[in-house]
């Protein structure tokens, strides 16, 4: 029987134990930095300037409760987030799985072929196929060969690179005062149903596919279990983790608002043209010196994305198989199974969508948002408990933030089956 750690006297937490803890939130950090903060804050910025601020603002508030259920609820019991699905009940679980299985697919080959049009800008005339095959093929050799760990140091690294290059353009454009606008410029407006489909897709990923939560309650419990990591440093890393994204995707939506909006040029939507936009972006505020190097950068930022996400879905479709199963533990047999189907179906999935990132990346986007209502809800009925328990204020507010991303899901389905025409 697991003993939960609110039952023991923890050490003081000090500021030396808060930075021993860091560790799983800042992985979720750099994992959540893929699609929705290079391609969709960007891109948000680009084609509506400051008018989607609010709402990148309000979904990384709305879906924090439902996160930070995970770390949570890990930090008191010891258990995972799927070991308390199946604790509630064995259909909680199963309803995991099967929609865990289904992003699996759709967002391991959304961050593979995100890599792959950063790829083809260093690569042309190579195909984005042939690319996005090979991002994974190599992500599958590294993760077979257990190398991750010491790629994962370099991706945090590189994560680091990326966001001082990101806040230095955004920096030298705002004291520019921004891209002159065209003298033919008339404002797009988001606030429309023509627009829900991108507003949908943009909180999709934002900062992350909530499943996140539960792959980070299994970082979580390993963390606890070698580092001995207390409850409020546990939450600390979260925190660091969590809000440091938040304020990242605003990062980006800036570096479009103030390099790309309102100057006549249009937004290409597409992979390998929009990735050459993007990083003309940062050629155009930092130096001309600095495209290749920003190439560079992001290609490794999105690798090592595409590294932990396949990783990460892969260890979560095991424990939640293994739990199904009835057994002790998994073999690492079991998890080279799951890390090679998962790669194999995310290039199927490329195949069937012939590269074409702009139409790949809206379905991945938007089908893990249509999710997240349900795993909001499984993941706030494990922390209604406890001496940790989520109450008062903050239950308020996650039964608020239910209903926000509940009502946007179906006011899409509803467009979806043409009921506003």
Excluded at 227 to 256: C, K, R, T
Excluded at 359 to 378: E, N, Q, R, Y
Excluded at 391 to 415: E, T
Aim: aromatic share 12%.
């Amino acid at each position: 029987m697991n003993t939960p750690v609110s039952s023991i006297s923890e050490p003081r937490s000090t500021w030396r134990s808060k930075l021993q803890a860091i560790g799983p939130g800042v992985l979720m950090a750099s994992a959540a930095v893929g699609g929705s903060h290079i391609i969709a804050s960007t891109q948000a910025g680009a084609i509506y300037g400051w008018q989607l601020a609010m709402i990148v603002v309000l979904v990384n508030l709305f879906k924090y409760p439902f996160f930070r259920c995970g770390a949570q609820y890990t930090l008191e019991t010891g258990k995972s987030l799927l070991e308390g699905y199946q604790s509630k009940s064995p259909a909680y679980l199963w309803a995991f799985f099967v929609l865990n299985l289904f992003a699996t697919v759709v967002n391991i080959a959304g961050v593979a072929l995100i890599t792959a049009a950063i790829l083809s800008f260093m690569l042309p005339g190579i195909g984005i196929n042939i690319l996005a095959g090979g991002v994974l093929a190599v992500t599958l050799l590294v993760l077979l060969a257990g190398k991750y760990s010491a790629l994962d140091g370099v991706s945090k690294l590189i994560m680091i690179a990326l966001t001082a290059s990101t806040v230095a353009a955004v920096a030298i454009a705002a004291a520019n005062g921004g891209a002159p606008r065209a003298p033919d410029f008339i404002e797009a407006s988001p606030w429309n149903m023509a627009a829900l489909g991108f507003i949908i897709a943009l909180m999709g990923w934002m900062p992350a596919p909530i499943e996140f939560s539960a792959i980070n309650s299994l970082w979580v419990a390993v963390k606890r279990k070698l580092d001995h990591v207390s409850y409020q440093d546990g939450l600390f890393d979260f925190n660091v983790g969590y809000i440091g994204s938040a304020l990242l995707a605003l990062v980006f939506l800036a570096l479009g608002a103030l390099v790309q909006y309102g100057t006549g040029t249009e937004v290409k939507l597409a992979g390998p043209a929009y990735i050459a936009q993007l990083i003309d972006m940062y050629a155009r505020t930092i130096g001309d010196w600095s495209r290749w190097l920003v190439a560079f950068i992001a290609f490794f930022c999105m690798f090592g994305t595409t590294l932990t996400a396949v990783d990460g879905y892969s260890r979560a479709n095991t424990e939640a198989f293994r739990l199904i199963k009835g057994e002790t533990s998994y073999s690492t047999r079991a998890l080279y199974i799951w890390t090679v189907l998962g790669c194999a179906a995310g290039m199927v999935v490329i195949l069937f969508f012939k590269g074409a990132l702009a139409p790949m990346l809206k379905f991945a986007m938007i089908t893990a948002f249509l999710t997240t209502p349900v795993f909001a809800w499984l993941n706030l009925m494990l922390v209604r408990g406890g001496a940790h328990r989520i109450s008062g204020g903050m239950l308020a507010f996650s039964w608020l933030g239910l209903i926000y991303l509940a009502g946007f899901a179906v006011l899409f389905l509803l467009q979806l089956v043409g009921v506003f025409g």
